[in-house]
């Protein structure tokens, strides 16, 4: 069974300031890892993604680490802001199906 | 360009009842996907198109059937609703598989069935 975790469901952060949202899987077996991001009563959009032979990818204010020994990934959101606010999703695609995380809801204080 | 477009937004069923929720996609997307998100949790994958006329199930296709006649559409059928089908229902589509393209979803279908 391929999992994918986010053991966080809520992060609060000034903004600003650095968010940091965690992943973990228990399979190695990928081709890439992808982040998404929801608005309340908005479909999930894309946001990042990082590939298996990768370490790091970054896109603007967002980077997304990889570290393959620990079977963990994070995204990182530098400088934070009220807009940010909302539900991220991580997810595992291999083949031709999307494995979800179940959320973290991040909220963003002015 | 509208992208992937979902009806009805929101919907209340009785138990027993049937319904079809629509989902049509612009963009000329070979792959097609429906999932359903439980509160709290992360996106299922109920079944999946890669192309008009070729349909395969997800991780949770029980009670639910599909079809994919065109490219273009994509319906997704309950034939005989029950509570633990409450739930929001978001319809995807992509241009390929192999990881890196992302998929592009509707804006949901809330259903309750009471």
């Known amino acids: 069974d391929q999992q994918v975790k986010q053991n966080s469901p809520s992060l609060s952060v000034q903004e600003g300031r650095i968010s940091i949202l965690n992943c973990d899987y228990t399979n190695s077996m990928f081709d890439y890892f992808l982040w998404y991001k929801k608005y309340p009563a908005e479909g999930p959009t894309f946001l990042i993604s990082?590939?298996?032979?990768?370490d790091k990818n970054e896109d603007g204010r967002f980077t997304v680490f990889l570290n393959k020994s620990a079977k963990h990934l994070s995204l990182h959101i530098v400088p934070s802001q009220p807009g940010d606010s909302a539900v991220y999703f991580c997810?595992?695609?291999?083949?031709?199906?999307?494995?979800f995380g179940g959320g973290t809801r991040l909220m963003v204080k002015p | 360009n509208a992208g992937v477009t979902q009806t009805p937004k929101f919907r209340i069923l009785k138990i027993g009842q049937s319904m079809t929720l629509q989902c049509t996609q612009d963009m000329n997307h070979n792959y097609m996907y429906w999932y359903r998100q439980d509160p709290g949790m992360g996106l299922k994958l109920i079944y999946y198109?890669?192309?008009?006329?070729?349909?395969d199930k997800g991780e949770v296709p029980n009670g639910y059937n599909v079809s994919r006649s065109t490219t273009e559409d994509f319906p997704l059928r309950l034939e005989l609703a029950a509570p633990s089908q409450t739930s929001v229902y978001f319809c995807?589509?992509?241009?390929?598989?192999?990881?890196?393209?992302?998929?592009?979803f509707g804006p949901g279908t809330r259903l309750l069935v009471l």
């Open positions: 995807a589509s992509s241009p390929e598989t192999g990881g890196r393209e992302t998929q592009y």
């Open positions: 198109s890669v192309g008009a006329g070729i349909t």
């Open positions: 997810a595992r695609n291999a083949g031709n199906m999307l494995t």
């Open positions: 990082i590939s298996s032979i990768k």
